[in-house]
């Protein structure tokens, strides 16, 4: 597993501003996703977000991060109806740091993009990580995961 710490650096999100270091949530999920409105990434916040009141039941803070603007994400946000908090990282900070930056392929094209990708953190500690992830049922499978860290 690789040790991916926790930034102490402040991004803007939906609801302000965030320092992950300086986080009190005992666990932590954030997740990356290439674009906001696109239906993958759609359909993995949906997902998040549905499930949110089982997250906060498990003291669990979900943040989705991309490349998108604060206002992409808040269109997003209010367009979906999402009840999770969206980094916009559009200088790659956490994304170079999470090493999610991969080389894709669109339409034919060799292009740079996000990698969809979750972290699980339990007290600033990474303890759980998913690369190359599928979108459709991808929450449901972070939310047994976490039940079963948090039952160890």
């Known amino acids: 597993m690789s040790e991916i710490g926790l ?5 803007p999100t939906t609801t302000g501003e965030i320092n992950l270091a300086q986080l009190d949530a005992a666990w932590l999920i954030i997740y990356f996703y290439p674009k ?3 239906p993958g990434c ?6 998040f977000s549905c499930l949110k009141d089982q997250f ?14 604060v206002k992409a994400h808040q269109n997003f946000t209010e367009k979906q109806n999402l009840s999770i908090n ?16 991969k080389e894709k392929n669109m339409y034919g094209k060799k292009v740079m993009g996000i990698e969809r990708s979750t972290f699980i ?7 759980k990580e998913y690369r190359k992830v599928k ?8 939310l047994e995961d976490l039940k079963a860290l948090q039952a160890t």
Not at 7 to 11: G, I, P
Not at 121 to 127: D, E, P
Not at 135 to 142: R, S
């Open 135 to 142: 979108a459709a049922g991808h929450a449901e499978q972070v």
């Open 7 to 11: 930034l102490d650096h402040v991004f």
């Open 36 to 38: 906001d409105s696109t």
């Open 56 to 69: 906060d039941a498990l003291n669990t803070t979900i943040l989705g991060v991309s490349r998108d603007s």
């Open 42 to 47: 759609t359909t993995q916040a949906v997902g």
């Open 86 to 101: 969206l980094i916009s990282d559009k200088e790659e900070v956490l994304c170079n740091h999470f090493d999610v930056i």
């Open 121 to 127: 953190f339990h007290n600033g500690k990474l303890v």
